[in-house]
């Protein structure tokens, strides 16, 4: 790449241009998805001001309290795609059926699955939430898409990223050669690339767990960061925000590990395969680091359903292969 500003438009151009038999369907895509992050990163960055903030009446298919930030980035995520002609169907963690493209619509040959504003409890506080999303090729045939496009495991992903609402907002995003991040400039509206080639450190020094769930670990848990805690040659520190992309963002950056495993009240964990785990496992692979649920390669998992929660462990290659050791004494 060039020396001086590379916003995220060029920077979708060249990888373009690397791949003489691309359509550049998949820049169409990821312009529309980075435009409904500035509207959204607006519009969260106005939060503690306008009255939008509060819980809808409404609950989420997992019965959880929604409020109006998700309903309203959920809303901005399918705007921004449906018109594209490249999308047959897409699928967001705040519906519970996927979510069909209007007739008025060309349709493509792509399937995309979000999370369009996730940590959504930490925006009343002030905190760094997320968007995540995953881009599928479509496997069935026909006009529409179906729940079969969405049940394909991660290692079929074409592309993935999260956006984090932070102290800047930053897009990052991998379509299978390496990882790249970009930060928002407010002042003229553009994501600049500032990450070029993210590699996560082979071993870091940050653990992330939520540890008042202690009493529910499994004993190979409570061992795990046991160990951890009193590794010799390096002192690890504690961050747990409670917010997936900015866990996740915090350690790709700096190494470690972040878990959100199985306990013995919820054996498949809280977060959820194809909106989180998946787009997350497929950008730390590309970054060097690995992703798994205890067993196996979280992108080796064959969903079974939409909303599907899987155990997740995911980070830097020395903590998740030690944690991996520990599992197998179990
Ligand atoms: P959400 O999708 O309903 O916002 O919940 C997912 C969030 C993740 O961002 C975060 O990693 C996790 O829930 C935190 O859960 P807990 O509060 O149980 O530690
Ligand atoms: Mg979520």
Redesign the pocket.
Same mark, same amino acid.
């Given at each position: 790449m060039e020396k001086g500003v590379t916003n995220l438009s060029r920077f979708l151009l060249e990888e373009q241009r690397k791949h003489p038999e691309a359509t550049g369907e998949f820049t169409i895509l990821l312009e529309q998805i980075a435009f409904a992050a500035k509207i959204i990163s607006s519009e969260v960055n106005k939060a503690g001001l306008v009255n939008i903030l509060g819980k809808n009446e409404s609950t989420n298919v997992?019965g !959880?309290e929604q409020q109006k930030l998700d309903v309203y980035a959920n809303r901005k995520m399918i705007e921004a795609l449906d018109h594209t002609g490249k999308v047959c169907a897409m699928a967001s !963690?705040e519906e519970e059926d996927i979510i069909e493209i209007p007739d008025k619509y060309p349709k493509g040959k792509y399937v995309i699955v979000f $999370?369009p @504003?996730? &940590? *959504? *409890?930490n925006i009343d506080v002030n905190i760094s939430i997320g968007t995540i999303f995953g881009i599928y090729k479509r496997i069935s045939e026909g006009f529409n898409g179906c729940r079969e496009d969405f049940l394909q495991e991660g290692n079929k992903l074409v592309a993935s990223g999260y956006v984090v609402y932070g102290s800047s907002t930053m897009f990052v995003y991998t379509t299978g050669v390496g990882v790249n991040g970009f930060t928002l400039d407010p002042s003229i509206g553009e994501f600049l690339l500032s990450h070029e080639n993210i590699r996560i450190p082979e071993h870091g020094k940050i653990l992330s767990i =939520?540890e008042a =769930?202690y009493h529910r670990w499994t004993p190979e848990i409570r061992d795990f960061v046991e160990y951890i805690k009193n590794i010799k040659e390096r002192k690890y520190t504690s961050r /747990?925000i &409670? *917010? @997936?992309?900015a $866990?996740f963002h915090r350690n790709l950056l700096k190494g470690g590990i972040f878990l /959100?495993p199985g306990d013995k009240s919820n054996p498949e964990g809280? @977060?959820?395969l194809l909106y !989180?785990a998946n787009p997350m496992a497929h950008i730390i692979e590309q970054a060097g680091g690995m992703a798994t649920d205890g067993h196996k390669n979280i992108l080796d998992i064959k969903p079974e359903k939409l909303h599907q929660k899987t155990p997740l462990i995911i980070g830097s290659r020395f903590e998740v292969e030690t944690y991996l050791k520990y599992m197998k004494k179990s």
């Open positions: 997992h !959880e !963690e $999370d @504003l996730d &940590g *959504s *409890s =939520n =769930n /747990y &409670g *917010s @997936l992309v $866990d /959100y809280k @977060l959820r !989180e």
